[in-house]
């Protein structure tokens, strides 16, 4: 299983972290990272790390305000979200990919397991 947490309501300027904890059985997979929803709108992968902490990859509409970091001892991974937008404004997902992070950063993104999303909300 994926467990995110982290989400919530922020001014546009401001930060937010998203976490996201593996438990169980899930050990078959080469990225992590997460993809988003907005409401009407088709899922967008935005970032993504290797297991091996060795790659990581971002959307163009991300790129440069957000951070993924991963700690495998614990079995984690977070997303330091900065500068934040309106239109960043969604439900965002934890997920695997066994495409070393080429399935879930892409349009739309493919992946293997999900977890249970967290809404960020992005207004004044």
């Known amino acids: 299983q994926l467990q995110a947490s982290g989400g919530g309501l922020v001014q546009p300027g401001g930060s937010l972290t998203l976490s996201c904890s593996i438990f169980g059985s899930i050990s078959d997979y080469s990225g992590i990272g997460w993809f988003r929803q907005a409401p009407g709108k088709e899922r967008e992968g935005i970032s993504c790390i290797t297991r091996d902490n060795s790659n990581t990859r971002y959307a163009d509409s991300v790129k440069g305000r957000f951070t993924i970091a991963s700690y495998n001892v614990k079995a984690s991974v977070y997303l330091q979200m900065d500068s934040l937008k309106p239109e960043d404004t969604a439900v965002y997902y934890c997920?695997?990919?066994?495409?070393?992070?080429?399935?879930?950063?892409?349009?739309?993104?493919?992946?293997?397991?999900r977890g249970r999303g967290t809404l960020v909300t992005v207004s004044s």
């Open positions: 997920a695997t990919d066994r495409m070393n992070c080429l399935g879930l950063v892409s349009s739309p993104p493919t992946f293997d397991y």
